[in-house]
């Protein structure tokens, strides 16, 4: 089965930049599409950015485009979102998240279409 693991989270001031990881292990991975979702405290989990198998075509959340930067590295089967000009409104536990897809499935910003989730990583930006 397909397992995913999130990391790179911490804390830094407003205006920095952060890393996360996400490792994914299992078989066919080459058919996943992975996002990255959030949830701060007292708030419901919301999308933050996504990146399609194949080609890795990107989509964003409005608070996310262009400060964010979804990627992967697929011979490593990694997954990465830079996160430059951070905002104390960006402070929340961060997810990966897989599903598996055809070549010509829409990409999905809903987080009960996707079957895999990484533990979350803590972000934490202070102003």
């Known amino acids: 089965q397909v397992q995913l693991v999130d990391s790179g989270g911490g804390m830094v001031q407003a205006g920095g930049s952060l890393r996360l990881s996400c490792k994914a292990s299992?078989?066919?991975?080459?058919?996943?599409?992975f996002s990255w979702f959030r949830r701060a405290p007292g708030q419901e989990r919301e999308f933050v950015a996504l990146?399609?198998?194949?080609?890795?075509?990107?989509y964003y959340h409005d608070r996310a485009k262009g400060r964010f930067t979804v990627s992967k590295d697929s011979a490593r089967n990694m997954v990465y979102l830079q996160m430059d000009h951070l905002t104390p409104e960006d402070t929340a536990v961060y997810y990966c998240?897989?599903?598996?897809?055809?070549?010509?499935?829409?990409?999905?910003?809903?987080?009960?279409?996707?079957?895999?989730w990484g533990q979350g990583t803590q972000v934490t930006v202070s102003s």
């Open positions: 998240a897989g599903r598996s897809t055809i070549l010509t499935a829409p990409p999905s910003r809903v987080a009960e279409d996707y079957t895999v």
């Open positions: 299992g078989p066919q991975l080459s058919r996943y599409a």
């Open positions: 990146i399609t198998r194949g080609s890795g075509s990107t």
